[in-house]
């Protein structure tokens, strides 16, 4: 265990000992990744891991805790660690941020259960009323949350949508939702359906298909890449023939 996240951890017992215990939520997102242009992250039952480009080698550090959500801030992989109260960083320079009950993340800011979000840097940010389930920052450099049975925009409180999927995707303008895992590029969409990935032209038309279990599916750099639930990491090119690691 690193010894910067022990003494935070160890710090941060000390106060949770004294302070009420906080509200129920519900059930933690058992499986989520994130994807960014240094590679892909990913929880698994309270285990974050991060595989870097070009090698997509898994790192999967032990944490003082349980993590509830991942993402990329800064070219680092984050995981958010409610019972610790701390995000961190799971490879490279270690680094941990006290930041209270954080339950999702952003490529922004960390929201905590009572909606009231923070930066990687732990200064307050612009938050939301309420608990929010999911956020995704936009192609519009804005975050969105799911909340309430409505997607938002956090800056003004838009509702986007309001009977939304329960998966977000980044589109140009902002962010949308989703029934299955899917990401949108030039190229076309890419969707997980729980057997296969697919390609699809902006009709909705099936252009290519391969075999392939649920996992989710983003874009790093050129590549189309995929995390199952076991954390098999899979690369592809955007005709979707599998490329070697």
Known sequence: MRRSLLAAFTALSLLSACAPAAAPRGPAVAFDAAFSPEGATWLDNGQACVARAPSYRPVC???????????????????????????????????????????????????????????????????????PTAALTGGDGEDYVLLAGTLRRVADGLIVETAPGPLLEVTPTGVRSANLPSVTTAAGTYRLTGTALQRLDASGRVLA?????????????????????????RVFGVDLTPLSR
């Not at 995981?79 to 006290?98: E, F, I, K, N, Q």
């Not at 075999?211 to 639930?229: C, F, L, S």
């Open 61 to 131: 550090p032990q944490l003082p805790g349980r993590a509830v959500a991942v993402a990329w801030q800064g070219g680092d992989a984050w995981a958010a660690l409610p019972g610790a109260g701390l995000l961190v960083t799971l490879d490279r320079a270690a680094r941990s941020v006290p930041v209270g009950r954080v339950v999702t993340l952003s490529s922004t800011r960390a929201y905590r259960e009572d909606g009231s979000a923070v930066t990687y840097a732990g200064q307050p940010a612009g938050g939301v009323s309420g608990a």
């Open 209 to 233: 298909s391969v075999p392939h279990g649920p996992g989710r599916v983003g874009v790093v750099g050129a590549d189309i890449v995929t995390v199952a639930p076991s954390g098999l990491v």
